[in-house]
């Protein structure tokens, strides 16, 4: 039996069920996240979460039912080891990138070993910052059992000064100019925008990683 929308509906659980059977209390059972479905229906989640769609740790429910016919006290008592978080990073190209990252992560400690993190950077940043994102984002993935850095829906903003930062002249420059131009080309498709945007992000990184 299920409890949703993911079949045609002949066996699909009614989320009144506990209700309408007279049910002091109704445990659903499902591997991947708790969730509450009414004051008598829960789904338990796991001892060990295994996805960032369900954050957090893993946990067992303790549920007591006073007498017939009262509202189950439920309780969740934790369980598992490790934890998930799936952390949203709005940036503006005003912000330090490396101090919004560390405000944004789960706090210092042994505890980052346990630690599994997805960070979803949006909104825009001048191109040395979102250089500077990725590193502070290179130097913390150490400290967690699992990070990742995901920039997908982060615009860059590059301006003149910033290819100045690649080469004054030469063919680094050239190629720079190249890259940026067809990035802004707005005649261009917006695949091929992106991937000169983001070969431009990479020829910026290889330079200036090199003058660190």
Known sequence: MTFGSEDDGAETISPDRAATASLDYL????????????????????PERDRFKHQGRGVCLAVEIPGPGAVPEVAEIATGRFGWHDIPLPLTPEQDASDALAGALPEDGTGRRDTLVRVRASGWMRLPHRMELARAAEDAAPEFGYFELNDSELATECAPDDLDDIAPGG??????????????????????????????????????????
């Open 171 to 212: 063919a680094l420059r050239m190629a720079a100019d190249v890259l940026y131009g067809d990035a802004e080309d707005a005649a261009m498709s917006a695949e091929d925008r992106a991937i000169a945007a983001a070969a431009l992000r990479r020829l910026y990184g290889y330079v200036t990683e090199d003058a660190r």
């Open 27 to 46: 445990a659903l059972g499902d591997w991947h996240g708790f969730m509450r479905v009414s004051d008598r229906t829960y789904y338990s989640g796991s």
